[in-house]
T-cell receptor
Framework: DAGVIQSPRHEVTEMGQEVTLRCKPI?????LFWYRQTMMRGLELLIY????????DSGMPEDRFSAKMPNASFSTLKIQPSEPRDSAVYFC?????????????FGPGTRLTVT | AQKVTQAQTEISVVEKEDVTLDCVYE???????LFWYKQPPSGELVFLIR??????QNEISGRYSWNFQKSTSSFNFTITASQVVDSAVYFC??????????????FGSGTRLLVRP
C-alpha cells in the first residue's frame, strides 16, 4: 500500500517567492495534518483537516501561510511570500479516526530552504 | 493542559547495551492514547506503537518493549541489546481531543539515541 506522498522532496527558493507543498494522504484516511520541524522548535502542528474541513489552524504562523484540502486525496500548503525563517522540513501526516486508534502516518517530508 | 515530557535530550550507548527512553505525560482526559515514533537519520517519522489508557499491559515486540504506568503517568520505551541501526530520534506523543470527533497529536521534544559500535 502506498503511504503518504509528498512533493517536492526538496525545494530551494529565494525570499519573496511563492512556495507550494503538496500531499496525498493514505487512501481511506479522513484526517490530514501539516507539521513543521526545525531544530529550534521541534515538531509543530500547523493545521489539521478532518473530512477535508480545517479543524484547527492555530499553529499556522501567520497570514503568509495557507492550506487547502479540495478533496480527500489532496492537500496543499502554500507560503507566500516565503522568508528565510520558513526554512524547515514540512511533514504531512494522515490518520483514520474511524479505527479508534488515531495513529498518524507521516510522509517523507519536504525540506524547504529559503535563501 | 496536555503535555509530553521527554527529559532525556540525548543518550549514547555502546552496541548491545539496553537503553530506556523516558516519557512522562499530563492529561485530564480519562480516555487517551500514547504513541512512540522513530525518526532515523534519513528523516522520516515511523510509527512504532499505540497504547490506549485502558490497557496497561506492557508490550514487547522483538527487542522493543514498552512500559505504561498510569500511576506515574509514564510510557517508557526500552530497547534491549541495542544496535547501531537503532540510532535515531525517538518521539513520545499523546492524543489530545480538539472536538468530540477530532484530535491532535502532542509530541514530546524527542530523545536522540546514539548507538556506538
Amino acid at each position: 500500500d502506498a503511504g503518504v506522498i509528498q512533493s517536492p522532496r526538496h525545494e530551494v527558493t529565494e525570499m519573496g517567492q511563492e512556495v507550494t507543498l503538496r500531499c496525498k494522504p493514505i487512501s481511506g484516511h479522513n484526517s490530514l495534518f501539516w507539521y513543521r520541524q526545525t531544530m529550534m522548535r521541534g515538531l509543530e502542528l500547523l493545521i489539521y483537516f478532518n473530512n477535508n474541513v480545517p479543524i484547527d489552524d492555530s499553529g499556522m504562523p501567520e497570514d503568509r501561510f495557507s492550506a487547502k484540502m479540495p478533496n480527500a486525496s489532496f492537500s496543499t500548503l502554500k507560503i507566500q511570500p516565503s522568508e528565510p525563517r520558513d526554512s524547515a522540513v514540512y511533514f504531512c501526516a494522515s490518520s483514520s479516526t474511524g479505527t479508534g486508534g488515531h495513529e498518524q502516518y507521516f510522509g517523507p517530508g519536504t525540506r524547504l530552504t529559503v535563501t | 493542559a496536555q503535555k509530553v515530557t521527554q527529559a532525556q535530550t540525548e543518550i549514547s550507548v555502546v552496541e548491545k547495551e539496553d537503553v530506556t527512553l523516558d516519557c512522562v505525560y499530563e492529561t485530564r482526559d480519562t480516555t487517551y492514547y500514547l504513541f512512540w515514533y522513530k525518526q532515523p537519520p534519513s528523516g522520516e517519522l515511523v510509527f512504532l506503537i499505540r497504547r490506549n489508557s485502558f490497557d496497561e499491559q506492557n508490550e514487547i515486540s522483538g527487542r522493543y518493549s514498552w512500559n505504561f504506568q498510569k500511576s506515574t503517568s509514564s510510557f517508557n520505551f526500552t530497547i534491549t541489546a541495542s544496535q547501531v541501526v537503532d540510532s535515531a530520534v525517538y518521539f513520545c506523543a499523546l492524543i489530545s481531543p480538539v472536538t468530540d470527533s477530532s484530535y491532535k497529536l502532542i509530541f514530546g521534544s524527542g530523545t536522540r539515541l546514539l548507538v556506538r559500535p
